[in-house]
């Protein structure tokens, strides 16, 4: 199997008995192609057979479908954890008793504000009947949580809300923010700005400190933001945890009202219908390679701005698929709705446009190991100075922010002015190993050790270090002894440092 599928959001009906200002998917009555019972059920059951571990039930609201409990029994009977999200307004003692008896894991309520506010977005009297069945379900033993969505509109509400979630008895709240797509675009205006996100993360960072109610950030709320990244790992219970890059086509994938299988329930247009469960099955579907590959096959170097060159790239892909899009107006855009993103951007904005200020600038960044920035200052003086200084320190900040391409291409301008840069050499063969063009790499890697002056043991580490890492251990222990011999004064320690590879 190309990846391993986890969860799925899976939108039993589009019909729904609100119509609230924020519905990403403008829904309203049920749809005539919706699934029947009887599809539904057998969906379950591949569902099962797929490995998933969770299901989520959404809408529209899920619960104005009346086998809602059938299918989420059958999701339980074929190893799934059903969940499902609601606003709650339906959710009775009897509802709550048939959720239960279901299997459902956990039930996800929306409120959006406090009570006035909340009203005002979806309908009045919800938050009361919101409220109420956050009881119910707690009374017939069903885990809760809230979500909010988040825009300028109750963003300053934030703290009166956790107040008001923690007296009622909540104990875990995810955030996420609005995205002008569906009805919400009628109100884009209200969206958050880039530098308010961080307002966002700061509120759950000290919010998770406090630990009196769990916190959440949902997928679209990031990223690398060393605050986001710790609410991450409390949520995850893993301190090495942080955001990987969207899951659509991956680890997850959506369901849409008529069987669509897509990669997320957000990005549903007809070129990322991957197929559809009453022609295919579900397994066929998932395991199609060509199938998902707008995000199977996403690299940085399809991005645009900061997100095309960021250090955190490789993995990142840009964050969320559906904000770059609702947002950016593109997959590919960049975006600027992330607390790393946002942080580069002002810095840029400091970027002098005189060119001696900007070399002292390029300088001072490259002191404090800042290459994001150093990057970006270099990107602007190649086109005034290509000098052999301005060159190394360019393809350096190529190489720590995983521009591995850029890397090549910089040190290849050093070795056409002189070929026998040692340093130009050592910068290329690693960038070539990084690119899985090991022989050529490891070739420029031995002329520049070759070559590298008495005293300058750089080349040889780096060298010594690719081979150990690629197991070619005698490999390395050979070109270990070599740069003893001819960096005598320095053997001692670089015997201490590879003491490993010597005793491998």
């Known amino acids: 199997m190309i990846n391993q599928p986890i969860t799925s959001v899976w939108e039993i009906t589009m019909g729904c008995n609100m119509r609230c200002k924020h519905c990403g998917s403008i829904c309203e009555n049920p749809l005539p192609d919706e699934l029947t019972t009887e599809e539904a059920l057998d969906l379950c059951r591949q569902l099962g057979e797929l490995g998933m571990q969770y299901i989520t039930l959404s809408g529209g609201e899920p619960t104005t479908r009346k086998d809602w409990h059938l299918i989420a029994k059958e999701l339980t009977k074929n190893g799934v954890i059903p969940n499902i999200i609601t606003n709650g307004w339906l959710v009775t003692e009897e509802i709550a008793k048939l959720a239960a008896e279901a299997g459902v894991g956990t039930v996800a309520i929306s409120l959006d504000g406090l009570e006035e506010h909340h009203d005002y977005m979806r309908k009045p009297g919800s938050f009361a009947r919101s409220s109420q069945s956050l009881k119910y379900l707690k009374d017939a033993g069903i885990a809760t949580s809230v979500i909010t969505t988040i825009s300028t509109e109750n963003l300053l509400m934030l703290g009166e809300m956790k107040e008001k979630f923690i007296e009622?008895?909540?104990?875990?709240?995810?955030?996420?923010?609005?995205?002008?797509?569906?009805?919400?675009?009628?109100?884009?205006?209200?969206?958050?700005?880039?530098?308010?996100?961080?307002?966002?993360?700061?509120?759950?960072?000290?919010?998770?400190l406090e630990d009196r109610i769990a916190v959440d950030l949902a997928d679209c709320l990031g990223y690398f933001n060393i605050k986001e990244i710790k609410v991450?790992?409390?949520?995850?219970?893993?301190?090495?945890?942080?955001?990987?890059?969207?899951?659509?086509?991956?680890?997850?994938?959506?369901?849409?009202?008529?069987?669509?299988?897509?990669?997320?329930?957000?990005?549903?247009?007809?070129?990322?219908?991957?197929?559809?469960?009453?022609?295919?099955?579900?397994?066929?579907?998932?395991?199609?390679?060509?199938?998902?590959?707008?995000?199977?096959?996403?690299?940085?170097?399809?991005?645009?701005?900061?997100?095309?060159?960021?250090?955190?790239?490789?993995?990142?892909?840009?964050?969320?698929?559906?904000?770059?899009?609702?947002?950016g107006g593109d997959m590919y855009a960049e975006n600027t709705h992330?607390?790393?993103?946002?942080?580069?951007?002002?810095?840029?904005?400091?970027?002098?446009?005189?060119?001696?200020?900007l070399k002292a600038q390029a300088e001072e960044y490259l002191k404090e190991s800042n290459f994001e920035m150093v990057l970006h200052a270099c990107e602007r003086l190649i086109s005034k100075d290509e000098s052999e200084k301005l060159l190394s320190d360019y393809a350096l900040a190529a190489y720590m922010t995983g521009n591995y391409k850029l890397c090549v291409e910089l040190n290849d301008k050093i070795l056409n002015k002189d070929s026998n840069h040692v340093y130009g050499l050592k910068g290329l063969g690693l960038a070539l190993c990084?690119?899985?063009?090991?022989?050529?790499?490891?070739?420029?890697?031995?002329?520049?050790?070759?070559?590298?002056?008495?005293?300058y043991v750089d080349p040889y580490h780096d060298y010594i270090i690719v081979?150990?890492?690629?197991?070619?251990?005698?490999?390395?222990?050979?070109?270990?002894?070599?740069?003893?011999?001819?960096?005598?004064?320095?053997?001692?320690?670089?015997a201490r440092e590879f003491k490993e590879i010597m005793l491998a």
Not at 178 to 202: C, H, W, Y
Not at 341 to 348: G, L, S, T, W
Not at 471 to 494: D, S
Request: hydrophobic fraction near 30%; charge should be neutral.
């Open 467 to 494: 081979l150990f890492q690629l197991g070619r251990i005698e490999e390395a222990k050979e070109v270990l002894k070599k740069a003893q011999e001819k960096h005598k004064q320095c053997a001692k320690e670089l």
């Open 168 to 208: 009622m008895g909540v104990s875990q709240w995810q955030l996420q923010i609005a995205l002008p797509m569906g009805s919400f675009k009628d109100r884009k205006e209200t969206t958050l700005a880039p530098s308010q996100i961080d307002d966002v993360i700061n509120f759950a960072y000290e919010t998770m």
């Open 232 to 327: 991450r790992q409390k949520r995850a219970g893993n301190e090495n945890a942080f955001w990987t890059g969207c899951g659509a086509g991956k680890t997850s994938f959506g369901i849409l009202h008529n069987g669509d299988i897509v990669g997320c329930t957000s990005i549903r247009e007809q070129k990322y219908i991957e197929g559809n469960i009453r022609e295919t099955s579900l397994k066929d579907i998932w395991e199609k390679e060509s199938n998902f590959a707008w995000n199977r096959e996403m690299s940085r170097d399809k991005l645009s701005g900061v997100c095309k060159t960021c250090t955190y790239g490789d993995y990142c892909h840009g964050g969320c698929s559906n904000t770059r899009i609702s947002i």
């Open 338 to 357: 992330c607390s790393y993103n946002y942080a580069v951007a002002c810095e840029m904005k400091k970027l002098s446009d005189n060119i001696d200020t």
């Open 434 to 455: 990084k690119l899985e063009r090991i022989e050529e790499g490891i070739e420029n890697l031995k002329k520049a050790s070759e070559l590298s002056p008495e005293g």
